[in-house]
Structure formats: C-alpha cells, structure tokens
T-cell receptor, first 114, second 111 residues
Framework: KAGVTQTPRYLIKTRGQQVTLSCSPI?????VSWYQQTPGQGLQFLFE???????NKGNFPGRFSGRQFSNSRSEMNVSTLELGDSALYLC?????????????FGEGSRLTVL | QQPVQSPQAVILREGEDAVINCSSS?????VHWYRQKHGEAPVFLMI?????EQKGHEKISASFNEKKQQSSLYLTASQLSYSGTYFC????????????FGSGTQLTVLP
C-alpha cells in the first residue's frame, strides 16, 4: 500500500509570492490534516479536511488555505509569502476523522522563503 | 493550547532507560505519541485514551495520568534505533477532533 505522498518535496520562493502544496493520502483514507513544522515549535496544526469539508482549523492567518478533492487528495495554499513561512509542511491522513486513529504522515514539503 | 514536553533533550547510552513527559493544563481526552527521525516523517508509536490502560510496544510503553493531565513515555533498555525526536499530541475533551502537538523531545542514544 502506497504511503502518503507530498509534492513538491523542496521549493524556494520569494516574499510576496504564493505557493501550492499537494498531498495524496493513503488509498481509502478520507481525512487529511496539515501541519507546519519549524525548529523549536514542533508541529503546528493548520487544518483538517474530511470528505471535502474543512473540519478543523488552527491558529493561522487567512493567507493559509486548503481544499480537498473528491478523491481525498488535498492541497494547501499560502499567499503573500513571508520569511516566517519557511518551514516543513507535513500532511497526514487517516481513514476517518476524530482523534482515536493513527495519523500517517508524509515526508513533507520543505518551503524556503527568501 | 500546546502541551508541554520535558525534557527538551536527553542523551543516554545504549541500554539505559528514559522517560519523556507530556503535560497539559486542560482536561485530556487522548494522547498520541510519535517519533521522527532526522529527515523522515513522524511515525506513530501509540495512543492512550482517557480511562484507558497503559499501552506498550516492545520496550516502549506509556501511561496516562488523568488526575495530573499528564502522559509519560517510557523507553526501556534503549537501542540506537530509538534516537529521534519524540512528540506527544493531545486532544482535549470538548474539542476531540483536533490534535495539538508539543514541541518535541530530542533523544540521542549513544553506543
């Protein structure tokens, strides 16, 4: 069974640009969550999608948005990039929503903002 | 609210034991534990549910103290492969869906 796939793995952008990251969950998984990981901050929750609906949202500005498609693939978008947006963005999937299930993480998309 | 993990880092020799704590100021519903090796994705270790029993996986076990709103991860007779950053993720009663992670504990096992 293929794992969670994130693309691109690495990207470099400049301030003010926008970026779109993609996540393909494990086949059959309908919940996709996004996390931002920076040194010393751990994993900061961005949002969770389930069946194309946003179920939860973390404490991030409106520049961070996401969506989920009917095949459960998800994208997140960051507009008007700032230097502080440089981070590893992790996607995680699980069969259903709720917190009693194991999260399966992808290897992440490392974003560098110059 | 982000749970507090302690210690932030620990170095030990192969065969030694370690304990990592995860504390919350809010009533916990469940606690997840994950390990992330450098450059890799976090990998699930175990989940502890409110009212549940202590869970274990080989030489790694964990407990959930509801009174203290704290979970502890126990690594017994550490192996080199245990090195990595350990994260606890907490879900709170009333907001059960969202998982909030601590800032991590970096564990280094030396030969």
């Amino acid at each position: 069974k293929a794992g969670v796939t994130q693309t691109p793995r690495y990207l470099i952008k400049t301030r003010g640009q926008q970026v779109t990251l993609s996540c393909s969950p494990i086949s059959g998984h309908r919940s996709v969550s996004w996390y931002q990981q920076t040194p010393g901050q751990g994993l900061q929750f961005l949002f969770e999608y389930f069946s194309e609906t946003q179920r939860n949202k973390g404490n991030f500005p409106g520049r961070f948005s996401g969506r989920q498609f009917s095949n459960s693939r998800s994208e997140m978008n960051v507009s008007t990039l700032e230097l502080g947006d440089s981070a590893l963005y992790l996607c995680a999937s699980r069969p259903t929503t709720g917190n009693t299930g194991e999260l399966f993480f992808g290897e992440g998309s490392r974003l560098t903002v110059l | 609210q982000q749970p507090v993990q302690s210690p932030q880092a620990v170095i030990l020799r192969e065969g030694e034991d370690a304990v990592i704590n995860c504390s919350s100021s809010k009533a916990l519903y469940s606690v997840h534990w994950y390990r992330q090796k450098h450059g890799e994705a976090p990998v699930f270790l175990m989940i502890l549910l409110k009212g549940g029993e202590q869970k274990g996986h080989e030489k790694i076990s964990a407990s959930f103290n509801e009174k203290k709103q704290q979970s502890s991860l126990y690594l017994t007779a550490s192996q080199l492969s245990y090195s990595g950053t350990y994260f606890c993720g907490t879900a709170y009663s009333g907001s059960a869906r969202q998982l909030t992670f601590g800032s991590g504990t970096q564990l280094t096992v030396l030969p």
